[in-house]
């Protein structure tokens, strides 16, 4: 492999590694949305830059970017705390705002996110859920 210095502006491309198990993640472009996620080819993770997740549920791509959950189940109880793939902050697991049983991996100094496999599409159902709910006015 030949040796390459990252520069400054070729930060955004850097490849990320997986704050659970070390795995360099793989960039997936998502089209309609205009964004690339960091995935993690072992565990599904995804990471989402800040706003990235806004822009990928709004373009309804949750699908396209989320592989769904790897193998029988997902592990349970505490985790040890995880570090920002790009600055190292320590993230804090955060429930979101519309679905309290989505636990998200949030880095309070860059907003990015960590999703485990599976959960982007939780969130996305459940907005899509929530706009047929409001125009039924339920
Ligand atoms: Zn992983
Ligand atoms: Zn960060």
Redesign the pocket.
Known sequence: MPSHHVHESEIGDVRLR??????L?EKSRVASGGVTVDR??????VWLDKHELERILAAGAADKVDLGPFGKDKPNGPIAPLQCPRDRSIMTEVADARQMHVLVMVCSECGGKLLDAGELIDLANFTVGERIRAVLKM
């Open positions: 997986c704050p659970k198990d070390g795995t993640m993690c080819a072992k565990c599904g993770a």
